[in-house]
């Protein structure tokens, strides 16, 4: 049995509530895996702008408000920030937490499947101050 190296790109795009939002896109994510055919290699996707970010965690709702909390300790709201001096618009904060959890992921691919844990998703998160529809680019490497 012979095998194809491939390369696949697709976006998605996430409507999203004002920051701290966040969504979970595994199913999206993996139904995407599944489009492309690629049985072994990688997911690499990243939250186009700068106040969005993309990580993984147990998507449940305490596990979720614990990282909302910990997003806004890091970088608070309320906090004067040089970015809001210059442009005036509030989301200074919002620049940072993106930042600091970073746009983008990769995942491994095994066998079809996101190689991620029972307890393991892919989240999206908006950190800006309006609700955005966020575009998500997903980039599939590997054989077929």
């Known amino acids: 049995m012979s095998s194809n ?3 696949h790109f ?3 795009t996430v409507e999203m509530d004002r920051g701290v939002d966040i ?3 595994t199913s999206a994510i993996q139904n995407l895996v599944g489009k492309s055919g690629v ?3 990688v997911v690499h996707i990243t939250s186009v702008g700068s106040t969005g970010s993309v ?3 147990e998507f449940e709702p305490g596990a979720v408000e614990d990282l909302k909390r910990a ?3 890091l970088a608070p709201p309320d906090r004067t920030y ?3 001096k210059a442009w005036h618009d509030g989301n200074g904060h919002s620049h940072v937490q993106s930042a600091l959890l970073g746009p983008s992921l990769s995942v491994s691919i095994r066998d079809g499947r996101l190689a991620l844990g029972t307890w393991q998703q892919i989240v999206l998160i908006n950190h800006d101050i309006r609700r955005r529809n966020r575009r998500v680019t997903v980039t ?3 054989i077929t």
């Open 23 to 25: 969504r979970d896109i």
């Open 82 to 84: 040089e970015h809001e």
């Open 140 to 142: 599939i490497v590997g």
């Open 5 to 7: 190296t491939t390369m």
């Open 10 to 12: 697709f976006d998605i």
């Open 71 to 73: 997003i806004n300790e």
């Open 55 to 57: 990580t993984t965690i």
């Open 39 to 41: 049985r072994n290699g």
